[in-house]
Structure formats: C-alpha cells, structure tokens
C-alpha cells in the first residue's frame, strides 16, 4: 500500500468542510483540496509506469494518464462529500480509475481482439474491488506480459485502501453487479467489429430487466461508467451506512446517472469516432432529434434519481457539473449537432450555466 500526503487542513477548515455543499463551495474543494490529491497520486503512477520493461505497455500506461487524467479528477470529486477520508478516498479511487483507462488503452490497441484475453485483463478490477482476492496473470492471454508489478501494484493499492472502509460489506454486493457489468461491456465493445455489435445486443437481453425503458445502446453506455462504483466507495466510509441505503444509492446512479456520464462522453466524440471507425453509442438514432429526447429523458432520470439520497444537492451538482463539463469541451464547436444537443441541456439550468462558465475559463486559463 502506497500512501500520500495531501494539504493538511486546520480544524476550522475541517469543520467547514463537513456542512452541505453549495456550488461554490463545491468548486472551492476540488480546486483547493482534491485536485492537488489527484495529481500527486497519479504522480506516483506516472513513475512506476515509467519503469515498465515492456515498451508497448508502457506506453500504454503512460498514455492512459497523459491523455485520461480528467477521469479521475472527476471521480475524485466524491471524496469531497467526507473530507476526513480523503487520505483513503484519492488514492483508491484513482487507483481503481487508473486501472480501467490502462485496460481500455490495451483493448482499444490490441491486435487479438480476443475476448478470453480481455476478461482475463479485466478480472483486475473485479480483484481490485475484493480485499480477499489473490493476485492473478491478467496477462496470461495477451501478447506482451513484463509490467514489472505495474498493474498488480494497482489492484494491490486499491484493495488496501478498502480495507480502511467500515461499512465496505454493505456496498460491496453492488460494487460487484456495476463492474461486473462494466466488465462485461468492455469484453463486447472490443471484439471483432462485424460480432460487437450482435454480442451487445444479446448480452442487453439478457440484461434488460434492470432498466427495461433503455434501448441497447444506452444500456450499454450506462454500465460503462464507473460514477456508481466511486460514490459506493465513498458512502462505505460511514461507520453506521446500512444496506438499505447502499441499495438506494445503486438505484439513484444506475442507469441514469451512469448513462449521463458516458452518453456524453460519446456525444463529444461523435466526429473522433467516426473518423477512427469507433463504436458510438450516440450513433445508433434514425434522427438528431430522436438523440436530443433520449438524451434529456437521461438526463431528467439521473435529476430525479437523486432527489432522496442524502446530500442530495451535491448529487445534483455532480450531475449539473457532467453536463457542463462535457459540453465545454472544446470538441464540441466543431460540431454543430452537438452545438443544439447542448443547448437543449442546459435549459432552464442556471447551475449547469454557472459550472460551464467556470470550466470554460479554467480550459482557457490551462489552455494559455
């Protein structure tokens, strides 16, 4: 286990930070506290990526954190909601979030598109969520093998830091159904391209029950996001978190909250993926304005998902803080489909207009 030091807080400091959150005070935390805590754990990936003895899995790795470190900045936000267990939190979630971007550079660039090899990848993060597990080869099927303990390291850091969550059996049912899912997704999406589709298809039938309103694609999309796993490591840190509550925090993020997050992670790829001949979930509408419904059906489900969760204001910023996070990206200027699903977004949402403003400027600050 590998531990790091963030910026230590005064007791006056701590104190604020335990009240319910509004948006400022929100963006305060993040910038003040959390994302130095990020940047300094995945400081510490960088440099045991580094000595990675194989070429293509270093590069690999050390692409998954140039190019995806917005993931776990973002998921990190949810150890802004306990303070106190930031020292837990942080490291476990970028850990863990680490992970998945490393695996999905590997599947995206690999040559097999072996299914058996991709689940036996992935089985690192169904370990990862099980302090009991043994460590496995999750090479054993794929080309290149030397990682020098990279990934194991990972798996290793993440079962450590659940170790420290008192409440961790009663999220960690759910835990397993979401990255099981998120497992099985990942096996599909990276197969043959002339099968992915067919196989997604058939596991969604075998799946529907849980969100039957959802077509395939969105289905598919909303087990693709890791935002349920982050906020159920984030509840198992109280001491008195019942089963109950675990399982309503389930229902509140999957499917609609999860589906948010990844439909708009493809709604700003669109012309990326079309160009590199990738799959799009967004991309699966007879029309743009049969996107534009099913896009704010999602995003009305993931607002009324939350609405009886405890802090449920800070559910809601995450959601409003999504929307404008994506539709700020510069990709989206480009594209002028895009341009009229944001604007229907963001409608009669002024805390979505105040977080796109901020980001905006932080993307022009970080930009100069």
């Known amino acids: 286990m590998h531990f790091w030091r963030h910026p230590v807080l005064s007791l006056t400091q701590q104190r604020q930070f335990t009240a319910p959150l509004n948006p400022i005070q929100l963006m305060f935390r993040v910038y003040r506290v ?61 850990a863990f979030q680490t992970i998945s971007d490393y695996l999905d550079n590997l599947c995206d660039r690999s040559t ?12 690192s993060m169904l370990d990862a969520i099980n302090p009991e597990a043994p460590l ?18 990972l798996v290793s850091t993440c079962q450590s830091c659940i170790r420290q969550l008192p409440s961790y059996g009663k999220v960690m049912p759910y835990l ?20 992915r589709e067919s196989e997604l298809i058939a596991w969604w039938e075998q799946n529907r029950n849980k969100s039957p309103h959802l077509h395939w694609n969105e289905f598919a999309a909303a087990t693709g996001s890791t935002l349920g796993v982050f906020m159920l490591f984030a509840a198992a840190t109280r001491p008195n ?16 909250v999860c589906g948010l997050h990844i439909m708009l992670d493809y709604l700003i790829d669109q012309e990326e993926d079309r160009l590199g001949g990738d799959l799009n979930f967004c991309n699966y509408y007879d029309e743009q304005e049969t996107l534009i419904e099913r896009m704010v059906m999602v995003v ?51 805390l979505t207009r105040l977080f796109f403003w901020g980001n905006s400027l932080w993307i022009r600050k970080h930009k100069s």
């Open 136 to 153: 496995q080869n999750y090479y054993a099927y794929h080309p290149e093998h030397e990682d020098d303990g990279y990934l194991h390291d």
């Open 241 to 256: 978190l019942t089963v109950r509550e675990a399982s309503d925090i389930r229902r509140a993020y999957f499917p609609h």
């Open 112 to 123: 097999s598109m072996d299914p058996v090899d991709f689940r036996q990848l992935h089985q």
């Open 176 to 195: 397993e159904e979401l990255v099981g899912l998120y497992v099985d997704l990942q096996v599909y999406k990276h197969i043959r391209h002339d099968l």
């Open 34 to 94: 959390i994302l130095p805590g990020v940047k300094q754990s995945l400081g510490y990936w960088q440099e045991q990526a580094e000595s990675i003895t194989d070429e293509e899995l270093r590069r690999q790795a050390l692409a998954s954190i140039a190019t995806k470190q917005f993931h776990c900045q973002g998921g990190a936000v949810y150890a802004a909601l306990d303070i106190s267990q930031k020292d837990v939190l942080i490291p476990l979630i970028v």
């Open 300 to 350: 009305e489900g993931a607002r009324e998902d939350v609405k009886h969760l405890p802090d449920s204001q800070f559910h809601r910023m995450v959601i409003e803080g999504l929307i404008a996070l994506y539709l700020s990206d510069p990709k989206v200027t480009s594209q002028q489909h895009v341009k009229s699903v944001s604007k229907r977004l963001m409608r009669k949402s002024p």
